[in-house]
């Protein structure tokens, strides 16, 4: 073990000065591997708080909890200790300086934070000393002020690092390796205000073994001055008689396992290395590939060959799901939906199914934006054509109607306009078309200026056809064929127009509305005749012959006045049926009553025999 194999004597001064309390507190323990040495200075302005002790056990506390000297394991000690006084604040927070050296009988590790301080003698001189973490200690670092007078500048006390604040950053030392003969001393405020740094180093130059002495002629050295106020002062002087040696056993042992782990080290870090290598190298592949397919995919969309382009995009995305690419795969699931609705959109336009062509096209615009645009002229030149093409068609339609209708002039312009659209979206089969048409119309505009005549006996013939017409309707009407008599009263209505006659138009109109209301009121007699008979089947149904009767007959009467001959006939029929069930009834009801009067004069005389 490595305490019992090593001597550390140790040995501390600490006393209240002209104060009524020690706010200074040391402690130790040395365990069998790693020994601590812990030195706080309290610093607030309070005199009944505890903050050095709380501060040192707190480092003693973790330290024996799971002891270390790593630069880790120090700073979670010290980390620890100020958790600690920033949770024991009640009317004011606690603070504190702090010195700590951690050893493993071989080796040394410090931290700091505040004014408290360390010092290493070794050979008789100072080998290491700390920093105090003041702006007076900057202000010697920046040669703003001499070291002889730190210990008398006002800013001294104004610490920017010490226990007890917020944003806690300690100062921790690399590892030290210690030697026989070694001195460390921990020492607070109180000591080096009062004996200056070249006085202190003086008495511990030329100390021997024991820390006694030493620190006795340190508070000596305070007292001779005879100040009239002294503060706290604390001291403690760690003497390393001998440090901790390892046998060459475990030291070959040791530089094996370290061999052997430095070999795997190197294997590891070398195979990670080669790993990475060739990871990066199949990663740059990955892109150069998917790059190259993105590239040809922009190439083929730009030549509007989209099977060709759907076929790159399938190649970029597979690569881009191997690099783990989301914004590369978010863009070419885009484009994908982009090239895959224009191919389906392109399939139903080559069949000249325009109207699916274009609902798919415009899903297709909706898409584009997100795909930078590709194929947004290519889709516009599509809905274009269909546009073009739908109103070429529309054109030649509008074109028909009034070629049929005779209104040859008006047609010439649709037909013209359907000849001009063609030409404009290269529609060659709507050209050819539209001139066929207008060649149609040329010919019926000469053959209608051959015909003038006849044109006007057509009219006369269309006028007296009218008045025709018009008596059908005066006598359907008369009849009760309302709707025989709108029918010739319309015709009556065209060829009257045809004709050029505008006289009797109005008579004519209030004809047809004379009719349209005979045939309304016609209507609602046939629903309620409907309605009738209806309740009547109902009725039949659940035996009610009578209601049924009675139901048949009102409708019968209604269809009569209708002239509804089918409707009667059936009437007629249903009546004859119900007629039919009430004569059975009424026949089975006499049947049953003749019965009960036999019944009753056979048992009025069977009475009056046993009577007798």
Known sequence: MRKQNSRFNTNFISEEGSALKNSDYFAYAE??????????????????????????????????????????????????????LLKSEKYMRLKASIVVAVTDYENLRLAYAGNARIRLYRNNKVFYKSTDTSLSSEMVSNELLSEDALSRHEQRSNLYSYLGQKDFSPVISGKIKLFDTDILILYTKGIWENVSEGEIDKIFENSGKDPSECLGEVETAILDKNRKYIDNYTIAGIYIDKVFIESDTKKKR??????????????????????????????????????????????????????????????????????????????????EQVIEGILEADEKYNTESYSEAKSLYKLVLDEIPYADNAGLSYVKGKLDFISGYESVNLSLDNGDILFDSEIYERARERYNDAK?????????????????????VDQAIAKDQEGKQAEADKQSKNFQSANDMLSAGDEALSKGDFLSARANYNTAKDLLEKSGESAGLAEIEEKISTADKKISESEEEKNTASGYAITGDEAFLRGDFETARENYEYARRLYVKLNDEINTIQMDKKLNDVQKRIDEIKQKEAVSSTATNESTVQQTSESESSSN
């Open 31 to 84: 365990l069998d591997n790693f020994a601590c040495y812990v030195l706080a200075d309290g610093i607030e302005d309070i005199a009944d708080t505890e903050s050095a002790k709380e501060a040192v056990e707190s480092v003693i506390l973790k330290f024996q909890e799971k002891p270390s000297m790593s630069k880790a394991s120090i700073h979670r000690y010290l980390k620890y200790a100020n958790e600690v």
């Open 254 to 335: 040791r530089r094996k396992l370290i061999l052997i782990g430095s070999i795997v080290a190197v294997v590891l870090i070398l195979a990670t290395v080669i790993a990475i290598y060739f990871y990066t190298r199949y990663r740059k592949e990955l892109k150069e590939d998917m790059d190259t397919h993105y590239s040809k995919m922009l190439k083929f969309i730009e030549m509007e060959n989209y099977k060709k382009a759907d076929t790159e995009c399938e190649e970029s995305v597979k690569k881009a799901e191997g690099l783990r690419d989301k914004d590369m795969k978010e863009l070419l699931y885009h484009y």
């Open 420 to 440: 001009n659209e063609s030409r404009k979206i290269g529609y060659e089969e709507g050209k050819l078309k539209a001139e066929a048409k207008l060649l149609a």
